[in-house]
Structures are given as C-alpha cells and as structure tokens.
Nanobody, 126 residues
Framework: QVQLVESGGNLVQPGGSLRLSCKAS????????MSWFRQAPGKEREFVAG????????YYRDSVKGRFTMSRDNSENAVYLQMNSLKPEDTATYYC???????????????????WGRGTQVTVSS
C-alpha cells in the first residue's frame, strides 16, 4: 500500500512559478512509476508528466514541455514538479499517481495507476 500526499499548490500570476511536491509512504518507492496528472473543472483528468524509474526518460504532455520539469528523489520517497512560465490554462487540481509494471504505452492513462493523492490546487490568474 502506498500513500501519496501532494503539496505546493497556490494562486500565482501568469508567468510565475510553483514547485509541487509529492511525498510517498510505503515500501519500494523506487520500483513505482510516478506521474503527475491534473484536472480542471468540467474537464477530464489529463497526464502532465511521468517517470517509470530513476534514470529512465521523463515524459511530458506537449503543452508543458519546456516549462515543467519533473524530478524524483528515491532517498526522500518524493517526486517534484517544477512549473515555470505558468499560464491560466494550467489552472487545475494536480494529482500525484503511482503504479507498478506500467508499460510505456500506458504511462499517460490514468487507469494504469493504483495509487493517487488527494491533489493540490494550482490557480494561475492575475
């Protein structure tokens, strides 16, 4: 069993930055695929960034490439999402997700993940 707790969400002006954190409890954190998803009101939950294991590629949705950076620290059982040049369309609740044995073709699918945090709200507005 893995428990995930996100933090770092806030209200920020367009062009600003935020760093989200996700702390995991439970064994064998380094064996989990870890990803960030987001969901805006009235919209489907969408993949933002994901990493299957340390040393593997990190994948991003096209709209955040060059602005968002995901990192993981296995010694801290944590993943982070550095978000720069934020836009109003980035406004959403951001969720951390974990799963095992997720194949690359399923990385962007929310149904592939076993564990979810409760989310942290990011609002980009002037």
């Amino acid at each position: 069993q893995v428990q995930l707790v996100e933090s770092g969400g806030n209200l920020v002006q367009p062009g600003g930055s935020l760093r989200l954190s996700c702390k995991a409890s439970g064994p064998a954190f380094n064996t989990y695929t870890m990803s960030w998803f987001r969901q805006a009101p009235g919209k489907e939950r969408e993949f933002v960034a994901g990493n299957r294991r340390t040393g593997d590629n990190t994948y991003y949705r096209d709209s955040v490439k060059g602005r968002f950076t995901m990192s993981r620290d296995n010694s801290e059982n944590a993943v982070y999402l550095q978000m720069n040049s934020l836009k109003p369309e980035d406004t959403a609740t951001y969720y951390c997700a974990a799963g095992r044995r997720i194949i690359l073709s399923s990385l962007r699918s929310s149904s592939a993940y076993d564990y979810w945090g409760r989310g942290t709200q990011v609002t980009v507005s002037s």
